[in-house]
């Protein structure tokens, strides 16, 4: 008796441990303050880690040398609440998939737009979401790019202010969101679709 519950006490823990285990994706949406922020307002998500991504250099910083790579954001959520498909969904509506110069009102490489897949299943549904995207709009063209997932260097040491930014700076984040026009374009293109804040 006492081996049976001994078995059935393992089995409920290792369930629980395999299960809080969260799967990771990867959005580039311009500036990461915005696309953390956008996420982790998702249920389902329990946490959107800034960084980079997508280039070759080793260990970018923000205020140093990040050439080739994205800001990007690895979202961790529970597939139990939120499929992959459903943070597809979100991340369209929260970006410019027109923009090839950059996000709103930050330009340039490391601001551009992508989506970032690990495998063929995760290949398959944004190319799937992409082309619903482009099916939305026939007179436009979507720059987004659905890449190869590489190593993603979350933001660390000095620069991790970064992190949780629009928490930690609350008015500051909100004054830059508005100056930088993200929340009125997302309107424009989208419309009520847009989570705008």
Sequence with gaps: MKTTRLFFLLFILLSTSISAIADKAVFAGGCFWCVE????KLKGVSEAISGFTGGKLKNPTYNGNHKGHYEAVEVHYDPDLVSYKELLDHYWVNVDPFDSRGQFCDKGTSYLSAIFVANEEERELAENSRKDVVDQFPGKT??????ESSKFYPIKGKESFHQNYYKTSSVRYKYY?????????LTEIWGDRATVH
């Design 37 to 40: 922020s956008d996420f982790e």
């Design 142 to 147: 979507v720059v987004t790019p659905i890449l």
């Design 177 to 185: 969101r508005w100056n930088c026009g993200r929340d009125q374009r």
